[in-house]
């Protein structure tokens, strides 16, 4: 057991798990995620990049927060912590004892624990002494040492500051230990007007903890609302949107979320993912007996003076087609006021036919089809995600802040006064402990030590 406690308050397997741990962000801020990024995503990266993408997926890369090796990692952290709050609040238990050198041994100088020594002909020092702690906000405690030596204390609760602080960084790993394990998140791509039913819908990405089950939220989401904000060098400002969530019973609530303002719904948060563009609905003899609708997904080009490219083949057809979407035919824009779609119709036996299309518009085919741009819309990835340990988190969080205030605002200080008859007189020495600021602390004490010499000796006088 005793090895398995040094090696877990080992300094060197601190120091690892904090680089690890720091790794781990990282990597997961660097790498994509699997339930952040579509499969279209994905998919391209694989073809870009097989054996990159392959190391990734074998190593768990793309899934972080849900690994083995994280979750592994938030263990042994969870562990230590624990380790050093059992002997930390066992030390904050005990009672302060002084501990101290001989009057013999004091060194003026020290700085671990800093001590002044004088001669006085005074016979009346406590009263004088405690008047002098008591300006400075150290509280006595006359009975804890033996004979005529006394023992005081400042700020006794900064003796708790390490087991607090400590606790709330436990409390912070535990939250993350519970979230890694039992986290769910989805991402569902909604076009405006679109819904997505998350009992019975198919997520276009998901993740989920080792320990947790199926996503399935008991409601429908539909994406009312859906705005990019651009600079004027063609970056995005921002992406805003509203989501209504409609519950079984028909009770519909709104969320208006933007990509760093998450919405909340019943403990499942609702956010972004920053995936945006067109959607395209083009129908295939709409008035016919078995109409054939494509839906297609577009990228938003990079800047206001690019179109989007894309090739399909209509399904269930050999219709092939080559399109070139624009946002606006009239200037180049980014956003989607006046659309339409220059199209290469490709099909066998027939020469490509070339047209331009407005969503509305109808043209008549070869063998008397008819293809018609139905809509124009927007589409956003949206995620859904269900963590837990939120409340131990935020705990987490305060219990640190106050364990570092007390720590460094407020520290710990015990100070020593023992008392020598000789033949000289009394012989007074002061010393000291702190775990913070021991310059200061030293300083501290001599301004103590010269203020009460010469009280005595203006006690002596009169």
């Known amino acids: ?52 993408y392959e190391i990734v997926r074998l190593l768990q890369l793309d899934r972080v927060y849900t690994s083995f090796w994280f979750l592994g990692l938030i263990a042994l952290i969870a562990a230590s912590l624990s380790c050093s709050l059992y002997y930390q609040t066992r030390t904050a238990l005990k009672a302060p004892h002084p501990d101290m050198p001989s009057a013999s041994a004091c060194r003026p100088g020290g700085l671990t624990r800093p001590c002044h020594t004088f001669t006085c002909r005074a016979t009346i020092v406590r009263d004088i002494l405690v008047g002098i702690m008591r300006k400075r906000g150290y509280r006595s405690s006359v009975n804890a040492m033996p004979g005529n030596n006394f023992m005081f204390s400042k700020n006794r609760a900064g003796r708790w500051s390490g087991v607090v602080f400590h606790l709330g960084l436990l409390s912070i790993i535990l939250a993350g230990l519970g979230n890694a394990a039992l986290q769910q998140r989805g991402l569902a791509i909604l076009t405006q007007g679109g819904s997505f039913a998350g009992q019975t819908g198919k997520w276009a990405a998901t993740t989920a903890g080792m320990l947790a089950g199926q996503f399935a939220p008991r409601f429908t989401a ?12 063609d970056q995005i400002k921002t992406l805003k949107a509203e989501v209504a969530i409609v519950e079984k019973n028909g009770k519909t609530t709104t969320l208006p979320i933007a990509v760093n303002n ?62 070139n979407f624009h946002p606006n035919r009239q200037r180049p824009s980014m956003l989607p006021t006046l659309p339409g779609a220059d199209l290469i119709i490709k099909e066998p036996g027939q020469p490509p036919l070339k047209v331009n299309l407005l969503p509305g518009q109808t043209i008549f085919l070869a063998g008397g089809d ?43 200080k015990m100070a ?37 010499q010469e009280a005595l000796a203006a006690d002596a006088k009169q």
């Open 416 to 452: 020593y006064v023992w008392i020598n008859d000789e033949k000289a007189g009394r012989r007074i020495s002061i010393s000291g402990r702190a775990k913070r600021y021991q310059a200061l602390f030293h300083q501290e004490l001599l301004e103590i030590a010269t203020e009460l």
């Open 262 to 323: 998450p919405g909340w719904f019943n403990g499942i948060k609702v956010f972004l993912s920053g995936d945006y563009g067109y959607a395209l609905d083009l129908l295939l003899n709409g008035k016919g007996v078995r109409p054939v609708l494509a839906h297609i997904l577009l990228t938003a080009p990079a800047t206001r003076k690019d179109a989007v490219l894309y090739d399909m083949t209509i399904p269930t057809t050999d219709y092939r087609l080559h399109i």
């Open 1 to 52: 057991m005793k090895p398995l406690v040094r090696f877990l308050l080992s300094r060197s397997t601190i120091v690892a798990m904090m680089v690890g741990l720091g790794a781990a962000i990282l990597l997961g801020t660097l790498i994509p995620q699997a339930g952040a990024k579509t499969p279209r995503f994905f998919a391209a990266w694989q073809a870009a990049n097989p054996l990159p």
């Open 222 to 233: 539909r994406l009312d609302k859906f705005q990019p904000l651009y600079w004027d060098n």
């Open 370 to 412: 008819t293809l018609t741009l139905s809509k124009v819309s927007y589409w956003a990835g949206i995620i859904f995600a269900k963590s837990y340990g939120i409340s131990l988190l935020y705990t987490g969080f305060g219990l640190s802040i106050i364990g570092a205030f007390f720590m460094y605002v407020l520290p710990f």
